[in-house]
């Protein structure tokens, strides 16, 4: 006992009144004390092997707490408008893959930034890349901006234009979007600030797939520049004149250090180049 409380650096009074507040809490003695000094029970065992997990335990929780600290290891979840996985964050993943292959990456997409607000502010992931929303209490950071661009088929005349004026949109047919994805309303209204009157043929909730069907002929349509990987085979002009919005990175907890690693990467690594018109 006395070697023990020295090892502990406590004196041995104290050591036995611990070793007596621990009999009484789980009822039976954790040594049994002999003329000659004292024996560990087997309760005492017990206890004891458990300790040794819970301490190992404790310490690979401070390890595994200075790792991620240290942006070396964790969980990071993404979410991004589905855009922007090929043409934005795929370079940034990989780094991250071969820079960090100790913290684990979890990505969902979505077709619209208002969705991703929603699972942001319910704790469902970390980050989230994209359009800027309708309405957040998320902190913002800008990445950049990105243009909006028409495509059109390959024989459409808007090819022939080296860039589409917007009354120029009035009676053609067009590839509209679902309510779900926030360029219905931004779209709708767009159009209406320059007095244009849109006739819409169908809506989809993809910008990637609203791009391929107005290259196959089902019309014209809005895209961002995003939305061009893969690049249709179409038609792609700008707008005039030119429409540009901000690509955001937003996230819950500023102050998270592998959320904060992530963020400087992609300002590090910036917007992709437009593809040039053709």
């Known amino acids: ?67 991620v600290g240290s942006s070396d290891a964790g969980r990071l979840r993404i979410s991004c408008v589905e855009t922007m996985t090929t043409w934005l964050l795929v370079p940034v993943l990989r780094q991250w893959r071969f820079r960090r292959p100790d913290v684990v990456l979890d990505l969902s997409e979505f077709t619209s930034g208002d969705a991703m607000v929603e699972v942001l502010a319910a704790g469902g992931t970390d980050v989230a890349v994209g359009h800027r929303p309708t309405v957040t209490y998320a902190h913002i950071e800008v990445l950049g ?9 390959a024989g459409h005349r808007f090819a022939g234009l080296p860039a589409v004026p917007v009354q120029a949109l009035a009676g053609e047919r067009f590839v509209h979007y679902d309510s779900a994805n926030v360029m219905a309303t931004w779209i709708d209204q767009f159009a209406a600030s320059h007095e244009v009157v849109l006739d819409p043929v169908l809506r989809t909730r993809s910008c990637r797939t609203a791009a391929q069907l107005a ?64």
Not at 19 to 46: D, Q, Y
């Open 1 to 67: 006992m006395s070697d023990a409380a020295a090892s502990l650096y406590m004196s041995q009074p104290a050591l036995s009144h611990q070793i007596a507040a621990l009999e009484k809490e789980i009822g039976v003695p954790v040594v049994e004390r002999l003329w000659r000094g004292v024996k560990v029970t087997a309760a005492g065992r017990a206890v004891a092997e458990e300790a040794r997990i819970a301490l190992c335990a404790a310490e690979k929780a401070v390890q595994i707490g200075k790792r």
């Open 145 to 153: 901006q990105q243009e909006m661009v028409v495509v059109a088929p």
């Open 215 to 278: 290259a196959a002929g089902m019309g014209v349509t809005i895209v961002p520049v995003s939305a061009l990987v893969p690049r249709p085979v179409g038609a792609v002009r700008r707008l005039c004149p030119a429409v540009k919005g901000d690509v955001v990175a937003m996230v819950a907890t500023p102050s998270d250090t592998l959320v904060q690693a992530f963020v400087a990467d992609l300002h590090q690594r910036g917007l992709p180049n437009a593809p040039c018109a053709r």
